[in-house]
């Protein structure tokens, strides 16, 4: 099992442990990068419109490779702060809602948004290759 604690100063740390965790779990390099990129997504989401820190926690059962990605604070609707500070004009890069979950949802075989006055959690669910037949 994988679980940490993210914010903005830990986010490349949390991208090479969910690499590394995933070739550890069977992923294919190239597979494994698409999880990784996922979940940094969801991460870099939780940082950049939640509250800015979360937590992320992964594990394999014998066919999938599970993770989640969840934060305490209210996601806000206009890339800043959830308590509306902030003028999109002066954002500092331009940027378009949703591409960081559009991402995510493309890369992961399932995903799941649960969201409400606590926090967002999301669920997300890669498929882990079917290991050779001994003998075969």
């Known amino acids: 099992m994988l679980e940490r604690e993210f914010d903005s100063g830990t986010l490349a740390r949390r991208r090479e442990a969910v690499l590394g965790y995933a070739i550890a779990c069977g992923m294919p390099e190239a597979r494994a990068i698409d ?3 996922a979940v940094h997504e969801l991460a870099a989401n939780a940082v950049r419109h939640g509250p ?3 937590r992320l926690r992964m594990h ?3 066919s ?6 969840s934060d305490p604070g209210l996601a806000s609707r206009n890339g800043h702060a ?18 960081g979950l559009w991402l995510a949802r493309k ?11 606590h926090g967002t ?16």
């Open 64 to 69: 999938t490779l599970r993770g989640e990605v």
């Open 121 to 136: 959690v999301i669920a997300l669910a890669f498929t882990l290759p079917v290991p050779a037949a001994e003998g075969h």
């Open 52 to 54: 800015g820190y979360g």
């Open 60 to 62: 394999a059962t014998a």
């Open 107 to 117: 890369a992961a075989d399932d995903l799941h948004v649960t969201s409400g006055p």
């Open 82 to 99: 959830a308590d509306g500070a902030g003028d999109p004009a002066t954002a500092p890069w331009p940027f378009e809602q949703g591409h």
């Open 35 to 37: 999880v990784m990129i």
